[in-house]
């Protein structure tokens, strides 16, 4: 069976999407390409180490997360869910927008309200 570009697009963002919420970082960063972006209302990195740095931090703090809509083209994909965290924010709706490359996470955006994270800001901050 041959994959398309859209099925190659679903298994590296589910891939990363999983291992990034279980805590592996190495899994999660089979799926980055370079050059890599990452922007969220709090964190911008230009390399794959810098992004993963802040997970292990993040994770930690994660108590569920639901998928909401997944959505996939052949080289761009938004996932829609509901983090539930250990925080005074309590369940952060958040949007991701991905931009692939020959099958690689390039570039990845976060979509989310940061109201709720404003007394946290100094914890955030890698």
Do not use: C, N
């Given at each position: 069976?041959?994959?398309?570009?859209?099925?190659?697009?679903?298994?590296?963002?589910?891939?990363?999407?999983?291992?990034?919420?279980?805590?592996?970082?190495?899994?999660?960063?089979?799926?980055?390409?370079?050059?890599?972006?990452?922007?969220?209302?709090?964190?911008?990195?230009?390399?794959?180490?810098?992004?993963?740095?802040?997970?292990?931090?993040?994770?930690s703090i994660v108590t569920g997360v639901e998928l909401i809509s997944e959505l996939?083209?052949?080289?761009?994909?938004?996932?829609?869910?509901?983090?539930?965290?250990?925080?005074?924010?309590?369940?952060?709706?958040?949007?991701?927008?991905?931009?692939?490359?020959?099958?690689?996470?390039?570039?990845?955006?976060?979509?989310?309200?940061?109201?709720?994270?404003?007394?946290?800001?100094?914890?955030?901050?890698?």
């Open positions: 069976m041959t994959l398309t570009a859209r099925d190659r697009t679903r298994q590296a963002v589910r891939g990363y999407h999983e291992a990034r919420f279980r805590g592996d970082a190495p899994a999660a960063a089979a799926h980055l390409g370079e050059p890599f972006r990452f922007q969220s209302p709090f964190i911008t990195s230009d390399d794959r180490a810098g992004h993963l740095a802040t997970l292990p931090g993040f994770v996939y083209g052949d080289a761009e994909a938004t996932l829609v869910y509901d983090v539930h965290t250990a925080t005074p924010a309590g369940t952060q709706r958040t949007a991701e927008h991905f931009r692939l490359d020959d099958g690689k996470i390039v570039s990845i955006m976060l979509v989310f309200d940061a109201a709720p994270w404003q007394s946290m800001t100094a914890h955030i901050q890698p």
